[in-house]
């Protein structure tokens, strides 16, 4: 794992050891992928102005996100699949987590079930802390019986995925014809009694009406995944949600999205302070989180450079990936003449191609 020495590496190493088409499904976005190479494009367009002569102790990273203590700022995005990166899946990646003191948020469609990903993160850690990602399904009561596992199994929070009225179109997939999961692989919280598994429904008919619903049958903080539209985030606050993931699903969803990272300000001028904002898409440097930090970010969480880790080297690789991150993050930090991550000014960050 030592020859990798920044997230690029490890995306190489992966693709090195991955079956071609399951390295398209984590590689690729929607159509054209448009916004898959907006998101990284755009931190490219965003410069950092340090301060000088600070005279501060090295910086802290620590933080608190919906009450749970994060040694970073850094989160896990949700992923379905992980078994396709890696034999031990989300296992794996949980464990990692869990060591690194990282928010992982555990995807509905994963390939290991929530409650043996809760058991692997405390045999690591005392107090892991787990979300569980959620696509709402139309059938209600199915959807209160996955809310019930995630409870009982410890999640702390319930992230509901809210760009996902349709599945985004996929032509990587198609020309692949990856439709299905290899046999042997299942989506372990769709499992039924009976052992079958059910298939996910992604509806355009979901509306504010069952977040609604949800409040009401949940005491979780319930934090919103896939909002770019100050408009969507003013609702969210009015109707009671607790967080927001600023995110295009990693451009996978609608192709012409604007990067995530664009969309931070103009959300934080509406809700930041009410509301903790979280972002994702396009983030592989200690850099990238500090201008999310500076344009309102509370968190930064990553997708793909979990999976590249798990590829590359299972739960290894993954702490490998987590570590890089935090010494990237505490570098940069301190050549931007921060002591912490709280306080990441406005101003350091600019317009400013490169
Ligand atoms: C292979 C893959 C699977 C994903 N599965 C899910 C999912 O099941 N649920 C979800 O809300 N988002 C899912 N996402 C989106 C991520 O949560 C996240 O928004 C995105 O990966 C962030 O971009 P990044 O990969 O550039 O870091 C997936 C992303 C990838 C790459
Ligand atoms: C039929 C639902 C497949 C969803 C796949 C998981 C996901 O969100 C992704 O981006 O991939």
Same mark, same amino acid.
């Given at each position: 794992?030592?020859?990798?020495?920044?997230?690029?590496?490890?995306?190489?190493?992966?693709?090195?050891?991955?079956?071609?088409?399951?390295?398209?499904?984590?590689?690729?976005?929607?159509?054209?992928?448009?916004?898959?190479?907006?998101?990284?494009?755009?931190?490219?367009?965003?410069?950092?102005?340090?301060?000088?002569?600070?005279?501060?102790?090295?910086?802290?990273?620590?933080?608190?996100?919906?009450?749970?203590?994060?040694?970073?700022?850094?989160?896990?995005?949700?992923?379905?699949?992980?078994?396709?990166?890696?034999?031990?899946?989300?296992?794996?990646?949980?464990?990692?987590?869990?060591?690194?003191?990282?928010?992982?948020?555990?995807?509905?469609?994963?390939?290991?079930?929530?409650?043996?990903?809760?058991?692997?993160?405390?045999?690591?850690?005392?107090?892991?802390?787990?979300?569980?990602?959620?696509?709402?399904?139309?059938?209600?009561?199915?959807?209160?019986?996955?809310?019930?596992?995630?409870?009982?199994?410890?999640?702390?929070? @319930?992230?509901?995925?809210?760009?996902?009225?349709?599945?985004?179109?996929?032509?990587?997939?198609?020309?692949?014809?990856?439709?299905?999961?290899?046999?042997?692989?299942?989506?372990?919280?769709?499992?039924?009694?009976?052992?079958?598994?059910?298939?996910?429904?992604?509806?355009?008919?979901?509306?504010?009406?069952?977040?609604?619903?949800?409040?009401?049958?949940?005491?979780?903080?319930?934090?919103?995944?896939?909002?770019?539209?100050?408009?969507?985030?003013?609702?969210?606050?009015?109707?009671?949600?607790?967080?927001?993931?600023?995110?295009?699903?990693?451009?996978?969803?609608?192709?012409?999205?604007?990067?995530?990272?664009?969309?931070?300000?103009?959300?934080?001028?509406?809700?930041?302070?009410?509301?903790? @904002?979280?972002?994702?898409?396009?983030?592989?440097?200690?850099?990238?989180?500090?201008?999310?930090?500076?344009?309102?970010?509370?968190?930064?969480?990553?997708?793909?450079?979990?999976?590249?880790?798990?590829?590359?080297?299972?739960?290894?690789?993954?702490?490998?990936?987590?570590?890089?991150?935090?010494?990237?993050?505490?570098?940069?930090?301190? @050549?931007?003449?921060?002591?912490?991550?709280?306080?990441?000014?406005?101003?350091?960050?600019?317009?400013?191609?490169?």
């Amino acid at each position: 794992m030592e020859a990798n020495v920044n997230v690029r590496d490890f995306e190489a190493a992966a693709k090195a050891v991955l079956d071609p088409v399951h390295f398209d499904y984590f590689a690729s976005g929607a159509q054209d992928e448009l916004t898959v190479r907006a998101n990284e494009a755009a931190f490219r367009r965003l410069a950092l102005v340090p301060r000088i002569l600070r005279g501060h102790k090295p910086p802290r990273l620590g933080r608190t996100v919906l009450g749970s203590q994060a040694s970073m700022p850094i989160m896990i995005a949700p992923t379905a699949f992980h078994r396709l990166a890696h034999p031990d899946g989300e296992r794996a990646s949980v464990r990692a987590a869990a060591e690194a003191g990282v928010i992982m948020i555990a995807a509905m469609l994963a390939t290991v079930a929530i409650e043996d990903m809760a058991d692997e993160a405390r045999k690591v850690a005392e107090e892991p802390v787990l979300w569980f990602q959620l696509y709402l399904q139309p059938d209600l009561g199915f959807t209160e019986a996955i809310v019930r596992r995630a409870e009982a199994a410890g999640c702390t929070a @319930l992230v509901v995925t809210v760009d996902s009225p349709a599945l985004g179109r996929n032509e990587r997939g198609d020309r692949n014809d990856f439709h299905d999961l290899p046999p042997g692989i299942r989506c372990e919280n769709l499992r039924e009694s009976g052992g079958s598994v059910r298939g996910v429904v992604l509806s355009p008919e979901i509306s504010w009406r069952h977040l609604d619903w949800l409040r009401g049958i949940t005491r979780l903080p319930i934090v919103l995944k896939g909002v770019l539209h100050p408009a969507d985030a003013e609702l969210a606050q009015r109707r009671g949600i607790d967080a927001i993931i600023v995110s295009n699903h990693g451009g996978r969803q609608l192709d012409g999205t604007p990067p995530a990272v664009d969309r931070l300000r103009v959300i934080a001028d509406v809700v930041g302070g009410e509301l903790p @904002l979280l972002v994702d898409g396009g983030i592989r440097r200690g850099t990238d989180v500090v201008k999310t930090l500076a344009l309102g970010a509370t968190a930064a969480a990553i997708g793909r450079p979990v999976l590249w880790g798990l590829a590359a080297g299972g739960e290894d690789g993954v702490a490998r990936v987590l570590d890089l991150l935090r010494i990237e993050l505490l570098n940069a930090l301190t @050549l931007c003449g921060c002591d912490s991550v709280e306080s990441v000014p406005r101003d350091l960050v600019i317009q400013g191609a490169m």
